[in-house]
């Protein structure tokens, strides 16, 4: 079944712990993003990736880090978590980086950081 | 810088009875237009998308969206409404932008369908 995959699927956290949230693909797209969603606020995005070890920031990067050093993996770093990354996170995936392409999104991870 | 607007953060419609979730747009060059929907703990599902050609795109789950050049807009709707639609509906567009084809969605618009 084509998918993307996230993990873990819910994280509670305390400020300054780092941690790492996994996302997979296996439907071999070049094109990989995160998101994070806020009420009122929508989908806003963090980082993405239009190969592997090519990535560049989005609109909100401020206290992120992503690798690509695999074409099916994204992973999302967060070196010092602090309470306004307390958010639902989306990985998200597309067969190239045409921009009529949709996305597939993963199931999230709902991150709280105390 | 590309936006999109989702003017209604709610609509409530009556089971059976048509629907119309609101999109608008603001780009710079010909834009890609997406809907997405999200349902209750999940992530977001593609729907439909507008790339070029016929203005009315049809989807999954019996929507369509009517994309209008002239008023930036690209609305979606369905015929009857089903209480199972009930969801969060997500606008996007994806145009140049710097250099890269970066998406920008919406806020989201909760749908309620009431039976």
């Known amino acids: 079944e084509a998918q993307v995959t996230q993990n873990p699927r819910y994280l509670i956290t305390v400020t300054g712990k780092k941690l790492t949230v996994t996302c997979s693909q296996n439907?071999?797209?070049?094109?990989m993003s995160w998101y994070r969603q806020d009420p009122g606020l929508g989908l806003r995005q963090i980082y993405y990736?239009?190969?592997?070890?090519?990535?560049d920031k989005g609109d909100v990067p401020e206290g992120y880090k992503v690798s690509r050093k695999e074409k099916r993996n994204f992973p999302l770093i967060l070196e010092s978590p602090s309470p306004n990354q307390t958010s639902l996170y989306f990985c998200a995936s597309s067969s190239d980086r045409s921009s009529y392409n949709e996305q597939f999104f993963g199931p999230g991870t709902r991150l709280t950081v105390l | 810088a590309q936006s999109v607007a989702q003017p209604e953060d709610q609509v409530n419609v009556a089971e059976g009875n048509p629907l119309t979730v609101k999109c608008t747009y603001s780009v710079s060059g010909n834009p890609y237009l997406f809907w997405y929907v999200q349902y209750p703990n999940r992530g977001l599902q593609f729907l439909l998308k507008y790339i070029t050609g016929d203005n009315l795109v049809k989807g999954s789950y019996g929507f369509e969206a009517e994309f209008n050049k002239s008023q930036t807009s690209f609305h979606l709707k369905k015929p009857s409404a089903l209480v199972s639609d009930s969801a969060l509906y997500f606008c996007a567009v994806r145009a140049l932008s710097g250099g890269s084809y970066i998406p920008t969605f919406g806020r989201g618009t909760s749908l309620i369908v009431h039976p």
């Open positions: 439907m071999n797209h070049e094109y």
């Open positions: 990736s239009m190969n592997v070890e090519v990535t």
